[in-house]
Nanobody
């Protein structure tokens, strides 16, 4: 079972987008969920993670203060609100469910990767 990220698109520098992450045929309510991104020619990197309860979040320094990860109780969806976007935020964004008992930051801490969604920030 894979997670699906959607909501990407083309936006100008300084603009905003909200990404959503959903799972088919499984619940996300018992898992921490993370967002990662991968720019062309670069390795996949951590963006943000949220605990299963939603009480704890953690961000990469590069997005801190601009991005907000959240989840709605009772809904099988995790969001990534991205504000003040910069050209260097351009990447394919992926979400994944934690396979650990904690909200990690490494790709190896997560599973159920699905197809990502492309975010392009024009200068």
């Amino acid at each position: 079972v894979q997670l699906q990220a959607y909501g990407g698109g083309l936006v100008q520098t300084g603009g905003s987008l909200r990404l959503s992450c959903t799972a088919s045929r499984r619940t996300l309510s018992n898992n921490a969920v993370g967002w990662f991104r991968q720019a062309p020619g670069k390795e996949r990197e951590f963006v943000a993670t949220i605990s299963w309860s939603g009480d704890s979040t953690y961000y990469a320094d590069s997005v801190k203060g601009r991005f907000t990860i959240s989840r709605e109780k009772g809904k099988n969806t995790v969001y990534l609100q991205m504000n003040s976007l910069k050209p260097e935020d351009t990447a394919v964004y992926y979400c994944a469910a934690s396979i650990r008992s904690y909200a990690g930051t490494r790709t190896t801490d997560f599973g159920s990767w699905g197809q990502g969604t492309l975010v392009t920030v024009s200068s």
